[in-house]
């Protein structure tokens, strides 16, 4: 019997292989296991007739006609055939077979686009970095739920590839110049040998985890290529599992969402080690960020492979596919939107749309600002809300309606808020655990609790969206209706007791009242936790700035501000430091001017100290005369909107690309561009790509756009720097 923590699964045609750690090692197990997929149809004659086709058959390996919940709004089961996979490769092969039979629409296809190790996990009800026994099949050693389990040290390898640049950029025709592993640089005249270097040290060191960073976009599909180039393709096993790393088959995808393009690389999987690519990663910060990742893998039950580089809302989806697979209830087959990847500061803008009110911009000083506590996923468990449960048949005279729309709400509890409720009890866990004593286990929770925070953050937008398989636009609605209703209520409340709505925006309140005590704000905000039910933090600020927000269609709230709370802590918000295109340099400057004035107690304080403010400046402002502030310091960071050859408009971007384009390298829609100034006046060759970028810059334009970002924060306290 082996016991031990389920490191990953996978399947290789009619098997499914997982690999368990213990104290002594890897442990490799295969179980004769396949997918099914399910498929229904207005007359069973036609669902026997099917099981019984050739070319279905051969694509099968069982049949059974078994009772499902067919829609997630079904209140009662129905006779479905289920179809058994002979290899969990060809379910794509099989079910488009069973769609071009008898022409569209006489069979509906259910549970299709679930992935196998997802249906595995689901069916055994085991989940990846949990600890399991092994004996005639799977043992239960852990719970989901247990927010005090140990994750055994896993050995890990950062690897990087260099090539031998022949131009100004690299390319896959370049020779391998020398291989970085853990620190450790292998490099030779012979390019084989770098690469079997490579083979061998992994195999010696053993690692868990191979992390990279660009490994999926660059450093693997280039491993493949220099391999095949010198004819040792099939010597590159980088995994535990004697299989050739192998290029992904398509290169990547880019994707329009919340009004932006992405590109995500198609990823590059090893057998029985895990890849992370840090690049791909939603919550990548540093290696303390895998407790996030172990947490994900865990609750949602996604191979940390998958998990690692998944949307939030794919991770949302498999947490859903669990509970469906519990209830019975089928996954529907649909074409499936290229889904959001995308930055954090996005993802909170984008998935809501409620109630504002708008600040005054300028100084403040006491101001209170009170957050709900993941306020949308809160209404949706709370108030059962999800497709099946509006305006559901059976309970059409619920108490629980929906405020404005009156809808009525199921009394049964419904699949999203079911899903929600492991994520929120998980994260108040862990609330609960940082507020206690933790010593060192306070970054674990940390990680963990911000892993499920994120994942709870899009569970809103994912309700309505086309692409969740359970959405519904109602639902949509009803929790929006909820949320203003609440928000409305903390302000009346707010109101009442004398204090000001400095800012409110769909969870968060900023308060004010001259003279007003901690203790007096924390009163308000009780009486509103009390009147909604719903939880709220409260922090105070010595002093905060509110900007004039940007005007912008796709961002119909650009949430702008700065301050500092009153142990010292700052928060920044939508500004130049929290942007993801500032050059780092500009960014650094910013952060130590706000650093310097979050010391100061009250405004009048933070106008004393201006001076310091100009010489911080100063003194960036000779390392940038100077010459010598490295280029990738300077570098802006941006997204093609479109590629290269669809733009009209000479922007600095464009004329990034362009170069790029001219040394072979074409930026696809959504990539990342990155890009010095070095002559802004000029018509053309205004920028150098970071990758060709020498020692030039463009110091007037990058003197003045450091001016500019100090005066984003010195201007409210009426100082003026000029460029
Ligand atoms: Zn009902």
């Avoid at 990953?8 to 197990?29: A, F």
């Avoid at 686009?113 to 009800?125: G, K, M, R």
């Avoid at 450093?219 to 995994?239: C, F, K, Q, T």
Wanted: a positive charge; glycine letters at 8%.
């Amino acid at each position: 019997m082996t016991t031990g923590l389920l490191f990953d699964s996978y399947p290789i045609g009619s098997t499914m292989v997982s690999w368990i750690k213990d104290g002594r090692g890897m442990t490799r197990i295969e179980d004769d296991w396949t997918p099914s997929i399910y498929v229904a149809s207005d007359d069973r004659k036609n669902l026997e007739r099917l099981a019984r086709n050739g070319k279905v058959l051969q694509y099968i390996s069982s049949d059974e006609i078994v009772e499902r919940v067919e829609r997630v709004t079904d209140a009662a089961r129905s006779n479905v055939l289920r179809l058994r996979l002979r290899d969990s490769h060809s379910i794509l092969d099989l079910a488009r077979t069973v769609e071009s039979l008898h022409g569209y629409g006489r069979y509906r296809l259910y549970n299709v686009d679930v992935p196998p190790a997802q249906s595995y996990f689901y069916e055994y009800d085991i989940f990846p970095f949990g600890r399991f026994a092994r004996k005639n099949g799977w043992v239960q050693e852990d719970d989901v739920e247990s927010t005090d389990y140990e994750i055994p040290a896993l050995r890990m390898a950062y690897v990087s590839v260099v090539p031998r640049k022949q131009s100004r950029l690299a390319r896959p025709s370049d020779r391998i110049d020398s291989i970085i592993i853990n620190g450790e640089i292998i490099r030779s005249g012979d390019e084989t040998e770098i690469m079997l270097q490579l083979v061998s040290d992994i195999r010696r060191q053993d690692p868990d985890l191979v992390i990279t960073s660009g490994g999926d976009s660059f450093d693997l599909p280039y491993l493949v290529h220099r391999a095949s180039e010198n004819g040792i393709s099939h010597r590159l096993v980088l995994g535990r599992e004697v299989v050739p790393l192998q290029r992904p088959r398509r290169k990547g995808t880019s994707y329009f969402s919340y009004g932006r393009m992405y590109f995500k690389p198609s990823a590059v999987m090893l057998f029985g080690r895990i890849h992370i690519d840090t690049s791909s990663c939603f919550i990548w910060g540093g290696p303390e960020d895998l407790h996030g990742l172990y947490e994900i893998a865990r609750v949602c039950r996604m191979p940390l492979q998958t998990a690692s580089r998944a949307s939030i809302g794919r991770c949302m989806s498999s947490l859903q596919f669990y509970n469906a697979e519990r209830r019975g209830l089928l996954v529907p087959w649909k074409p499936v939107m290229a889904e959001a990847f995308k930055p954090r500061s996005e993802l909170l803008v984008g998935d809501r749309g409620g109630l504002i009110f708008e600040p005054e911009a300028g100084a403040y000083e006491n101001v209170a600002e009170l957050d709900f506590a993941s306020l949308y996923g809160s209404i949706m468990e709370k108030k059962n809300i999800s497709a099946e449960t509006i305006l559901c048949p059976c309970c059409q005279d619920s108490e629980n309606r929906v405020p404005e729309l009156g809808y009525n709400i199921c009394r049964r509890k419904g699949i999203v808020p079911q899903s929600l409720g492991i994520l929120l009890k998980k994260r108040r866990m862990y609330t609960e655990l940082l507020a206690g004593p933790h010593g060192e286990r306070s970054s674990v929770y940390e990680a963990r609790k911000s892993a499920l925070k994120w994942i709870l953050v899009t569970s809103f937008g994912y309700l309505g969206f086309n692409n969740a398989k359970f959405g519904r636009i109602d639902a949509h609605m009803a929790v929006c209706a909820f949320a203003r209703r609440i928000l409305l209520q903390a302000v009346r409340i707010a109101e009442e007791r004398g204090f000001r709505v400095l800012h409110g925006i769909v969870d968060s309140l900023w308060l004010h009242r001259k003279g007003a005590t901690r203790d007096e704000y924390g009163h308000v905000r009780d009486e509103i936790v009390r009147a909604t039910g719903f939880e709220m933090s409260l922090e105070v600020y010595r002093w905060l700035v509110f900007l004039p927000s940007r005007e912008d269609v796709m961002v119909p709230v650009a949430n702008k501000y700065f301050g500092a709370f009153e142990d010292g802590r700052m928060k920044i918000r939508g500004i130049e430091a929290r942007r993801h295109d500032t050059p780092e340099f500009l960014r650094r400057c910013q952060l130590e001017v706000l650093g310097m004035m979050a010391r100061a107690g009250s405004i009048s304080e933070v106008r004393d100290v201006m001076p310091q403010a100009l010489s911080i400046y100063e003194k960036y402002k000779g390392d940038l005369e100077g010459g010598a502030v490295p280029a990738d310091e300077l570098a802006f960071t941006t997204r093609a909107s479109k590629d290269v050859c669809s733009y009209r408009v000479n922007s600095v971007q464009r004329d990034a690309m362009l170069q790029m384009h001219a040394e072979g390298d074409d930026v696809r829609a959504g990539q990342k561009v990155r890009y010095v100034i070095t002559d802004y006046s000029r018509r053309t060759r205004r920028t150098a790509p970071l990758q060709m970028a020498g020692a030039g810059y463009d110091v007037r334009r990058y003197v003045r756009m450091l001016a500019e970002c100090c005066n984003t924060v010195t201007r409210p306290f009426g100082t003026e720097i000029k460029a």
